[in-house]
T-cell receptor, first 114, second 112 residues
Framework: AQSVTQPDIHITVSEGASLELRCNYS??????LFWYVQSPGQGLQLLLK??????LVQGIKGFEAEFKRSQSSFNLRKPSVHWSDAAEYFC????????????FGAGTRLAVHP | GAGVSQSPSNKVTEKGKDVELRCDPI?????LYWYRQSLGQGLEFLIY????????KSGLPSDRFSAERTGGSVSTLTIQRTQQEDSAVYLC??????????FGPGTRLLVL
């Protein structure tokens, strides 16, 4: 069955610390993968996406993610977290071969301590 | 330019009533999606419109849910005989085929 798992429901980091949010997917074909961020009271915003090619993709706000086919993972990273990064982060996989029908993970809520 | 807009932003209704949620996509976008975000849950795909093709309704949870898209633009999601478990944030997104989809702010539905 197609699914996306985000093992960490909540993560707390100190401002300036590095961050890694985990995402594992289950999908039989070549995955198109996404990370979205949802800030309080805001809509979902696309951080980055992987379709093909270089397995390390760069996104907005200093985020990057690495696709590892052997581990069925697409973890999100940031070297130095800012207080404004506090939000909920969703990983998603496209199950329609590029037509944007997405399955989302349950999300990881990030808190940032000063 | 204008993004995806949704109305109302909040809706409180009584169990058993029908509700209509509206989505205005970004002008020119041919694809339109509806998702549901229940408390503490990820987003759940509901339905997908692409141009004039028949919509993909595979995510609709029951026959109480329906959606239409008039003139290839505005979409309405209708929930008949609402139940308490329908309480959620309903998100609409639009995009061009195989391009990034952009999400609206959502409609928060509370069924009492």
């Amino acid at each position: 069955a197609q699914s996306v798992t985000q093992p960490d429901i909540h993560i707390t980091v100190s401002e300036g610390a590095s961050l890694e949010l985990r995402c594992n997917y289950s999908y039989g074909a070549t995955p198109y993968l996404f990370w979205y961020v949802q800030s309080p009271g805001q809509g979902l915003q696309l951080l980055l996406k992987y379709f093909s090619g270089d397995t390390l993709v760069q996104g907005i706000k200093g985020f990057e993610a690495e696709f590892k086919r052997s581990q069925s993972s697409f973890n999100l990273r940031k070297p130095s977290v800012h207080w404004s990064d506090a939000a909920e982060y969703f990983c998603a996989v496209d199950i329609s071969g590029g037509y944007n029908k997405l399955i989302f993970g349950a999300g990881t809520r990030l808190a940032v301590h000063p | 330019g204008a993004g995806v807009s949704q109305s109302p932003s909040n809706k409180v209704t009584e169990k058993g009533k029908d509700v209509e949620l509206r989505c205005d996509p970004i002008s020119g976008h041919t694809a339109l999606y509806w998702y549901r975000q229940s408390l503490g849950q990820g987003l759940e795909f509901l339905i997908y419109f692409q141009g004039n093709s028949a919509p993909d309704k595979s995510g609709l949870p029951s026959d109480r849910f329906s959606a239409e898209r008039t003139g290839g633009s505005v979409s309405t999601l209708t929930i008949q005989r609402t139940q308490q478990e329908d309480s959620a944030v309903y998100l609409c997104a639009s995009g061009q085929q195989q391009e990034t989809q952009y999400f609206g702010p959502g409609t928060r539905l509370l069924v009492l």
